[in-house]
């Protein structure tokens, strides 16, 4: 499969020191004060392309420009990539018109993290990944595109739902017509802990137009129509479409999928180490935005087990030609 030059991943299992990226380090830090970090927006970081500035519901975003005139935001709070904008101005990502911005509730679209738990489960349906605050661990650019890594550690919060010592570092590059993403969770706890997770990611589409190649063949675990009780399946068709209500796990998915959001794109989603795959459309459920959406998420859907100081480390590659 033929992979961009910048591709690369020497093993999916490491075991290493957590360490932070050797990138300059910036101003937003986890635990810093609503003061700093008030006093830090809007202001241009040591990387160029790369802004920190003042989101909806004043939650901190970091805003990033290529040289080749792609953008993409992220907010802090849920680490959550909520914009994915090509040099023509289209953006690619969709967030749901009842997303809410209040530092608590997840944002509902764009690229959300089910972490440490896709659900159900024991504890909230995707964990608390999408709903704490990351800080920037890093940033720098490459030759006009920008990068910069997110970090997200244990906290009182995490540990009252999950009593584990973790650290997940999650780099974004941005290119001229891609958006990449390389999730490293690493063990920072002296006992063995095991987890399940997935790159949610809201794909914005016209969903009577839009369909997902490269599944056929694929286990299922089908959750229409009792999600608490999946069937199990075989993938048939080369080309699936949304006419309906669509919630469908595929097991051992392939590295390469194809989605035609029905809107004149077709978006190519690469993956290392992603097992799984997710589709998914409310359809009446969200009858307020259902047609404007699909959801092709990468997962981590059976529990991944790390012993202390071992990592795990996905990367996805999303790309539009
Ligand atoms: O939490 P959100 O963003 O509303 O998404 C919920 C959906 O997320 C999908 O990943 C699941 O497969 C669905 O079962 C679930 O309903």
Redesign the pocket.
């Known amino acids: 499969m033929a992979m961009s030059s910048n591709w690369s991943l020497s093993s999916s299992f490491q075991t290493l020191t957590p360490s932070k990226p050797k990138a300059k380090p910036l101003l937003l830090r986890r635990g810093i004060g609503k003061k700093a970090i008030a006093m830090s927006l809007s202001q241009e970081t040591a990387a160029s392309g790369l802004q920190v500035v003042e989101g909806n519901g004043g939650l901190p975003k970091v805003s990033l420009s290529s040289i080749h005139g792609s953008k993409a935001e992220i907010y802090l709070f849920g680490g959550c990539i909520t914009s994915w904008k090509l040099a023509n101005g289209k953006d690619l990502l969709f967030v749901r018109p009842d997303a809410v911005f209040n530092g608590k509730k997840?944002i509902?679209g764009g690229i959300?993290h089910?972490f440490p738990q896709f659900g159900p489960g024991a504890m909230q349906?995707?964990g608390f990944g999408r709903n704490m605050n990351w800080s920037i661990a890093g940033s720098e650019n490459n030759e006009g595109d920008p990068i910069v890594t997110l970090e997200l550690k244990d906290d009182p919060y995490s540990r009252s739902m999950w009593d584990f010592s973790f650290q997940a570092l999650y780099k974004v590059t941005l290119n001229s017509k891609s958006l990449s993403t390389v999730l490293t969770i690493t063990n920072t706890d002296k006992k063995p802990f095991s987890f399940s997770t997935?790159l949610?990611t809201y794909f914005r589409a016209s969903v009577e137009g839009a369909s997902v190649k490269g599944l056929k063949g694929c286990a299922t675990l089908n959750?229409d129509p009792d999600?608490s009780n999946p069937l199990e399946g075989k993938e048939e068709r080369e080309v699936i479409t949304f006419p309906g209500f669509v919630?469908c796990?595929y097991l051992n998915a392939p590295n390469e999928l194809q989605l035609d959001n029905g809107l004149g794109d077709t978006i190519t989603i690469r993956n290392k180490n992603w097992s799984d795959a997710?589709l998914?459309n409310?359809h009446l459920q969200m009858e307020a935005c259902y047609k404007d959406f699909v959801?092709v998420?990468n997962a981590q859907i059976g529990n991944i087990q790390l012993e202390p100081e071992q990592s795990w480390v996905a990367e996805q590659y999303i790309s539009a030609d």
């Open positions: 997840p509902s959300p089910c349906q995707h997935a949610h959750k999600p919630d796990v997710v998914w409310p959801c998420e």
